[in-house]
T-cell receptor, first 117, second 117 residues
Framework: AQKITQTQPGMFVQEKEAVTLDCTYDTSDPSYGLFWYKQPSSGEMIFLIYQGSYDQQNATEGRYSLNFQKARKSANLVISASQLGDSAMYFCAMRRDSGGGADGLTFGKGTHLIIQP | EPEVTQTPSHQVTQMGQEVILRCVPISNHLYFYWYRQILGQKVEFLVSFYNNEISEKSEIFDDQFSVERPDGSNFTLKIRSTKLEDSAMYFC???????????????FGEGSWLTVV
């Protein structure tokens, strides 16, 4: 079984500051993928970034980077130079990488990020 | 940019009625999913679908639920006899077969709000 833990239910951050959203995971699968999604108040789920368990380098996508520490089983999301539009719920998720692509994602409970001007 | 589309965006139904939620996945994707999110809670996996059959399903996906791909583009979720506790946002998602970022990323639709009264 897989488990995702997000220990920050809510965060307030000043605009333009960097933000780190915590995510730890637990799995017995040797190969897996880690995902971050953004959910604004309108409700849609927006894919942000992906990290494979065997990837040697931390993933980056524009202002988003994933601080992957495999030994600690953590996959923190870092948002650089935060903007007001970053205010949203952020979900960490994972699934085993069976190669078949059919496994579902296991989500954490999310972190509600509010960017203050 | 290709996207997953869902209809309806919001549906109100009476308890005991049948509901069909519709989705058009990204055209070259081969794996399809349904997730649900009860208000204020985390996203939960319901079912995955590949090659015209269910690949994985969670314990939430009981006999009241069914999925179908009636033609080459649509993917539907049917709830046979809705209960109050079925009220939630239902997300359709799709992914391309394979590993790595382009294979593993699961893209979500904007969701269908279901309210059972």
């Amino acid at each position: 079984a897989q488990k995702i833990t997000q220990t920050q239910p809510g965060m307030f951050v000043q605009e333009k500051e960097a933000v780190t959203l915590d995510c730890t995971y637990d799995t017995s699968d040797p190969s897996y993928g880690l995902f971050w999604y953004k959910q604004p108040s309108s409700g849609e789920m927006i894919f942000l970034i992906y990290q494979g368990s065997y990837d040697q380098q931390n993933a980056t996508e524009g202002r988003y980077s994933l601080n992957f520490q495999k030994a600690r089983k953590s996959a923190n999301l870092v948002i650089s130079a935060s903007q007001l539009g970053d205010s949203a719920m952020y979900f960490c998720a994972m699934r085993r990488d069976s190669g078949g692509g059919a496994d579902g994602l296991t989500f954490g409970k999310g972190t509600h990020l509010i960017i203050q001007p | 940019e290709p996207e997953v589309t869902q209809t309806p965006s919001h549906q109100v139904t009476q308890m005991g009625q049948e509901v069909i939620l519709r989705c058009v996945p990204i055209s070259n994707h081969l794996y399809f999913y349904w997730y649900r999110q009860i208000l204020g809670q985390k996203v939960e996996f319901l079912v995955s679908f590949y090659n015209n059959e269910i690949s994985e399903k969670s314990e939430i996906f009981d006999d009241q639920f069914s999925v179908e791909r009636p033609d080459g583009s649509n993917f539907t979720l049917k709830i046979r006899s809705t209960k109050l506790e079925d009220s939630a946002m239902y997300f359709c998602a799709s992914s391309f077969r394979g590993q790595g970022l382009s294979g593993n990323t699961i893209y979500f639709g904007e969701g269908s709000w279901l309210t059972v009264v």
